[in-house]
């Protein structure tokens, strides 16, 4: 066991392409890149076909926030 060592999932997503969609939409998200997040999502919706379609794309969320950030957002911001 590492210091980097997480639990890993090993079920690979039913559908890649709507993971890295979903990843996608994560890094938006902690970006504040609220016009990418209505792009993907509009995207997500009108792909997303079945229930495992969705899984995969909250696989693709969770596995990008499952990465701590490497800065605190707090950071040079005056008190």
């Given at each position: 066991?590492?210091?980097?060592?997480?639990?890993?999932?090993?079920?690979?997503?039913a559908?890649?392409?709507?993971?890295?969609?979903?990843?996608?939409?994560?890094?938006?998200?902690?970006?504040?890149?609220?016009?990418?997040?209505?792009?993907?999502?509009?995207?997500?919706?009108?792909?997303?076909?079945?229930?495992?379609?969705?899984?995969?794309?909250?696989?693709?969320?969770?596995?990008?926030?499952?990465?701590?950030?490497?800065?605190?957002?707090?950071?040079?911001?005056?008190?």
């Open positions: 066991m590492g210091i980097f060592s997480r639990k890993s999932n090993n079920t690979a997503p559908n890649p392409q709507m993971a890295e969609l979903g990843r996608e939409y994560a890094i938006a998200k902690r970006h504040g890149d609220r016009k990418a997040m209505g792009r993907i999502a509009e995207e997500f919706q009108s792909r997303a076909r079945t229930d495992a379609d969705r899984a995969s794309f909250q696989q693709g969320r969770e596995s990008y926030d499952s990465i701590p950030p490497a800065y605190s957002k707090r950071r040079n911001r005056r008190r």
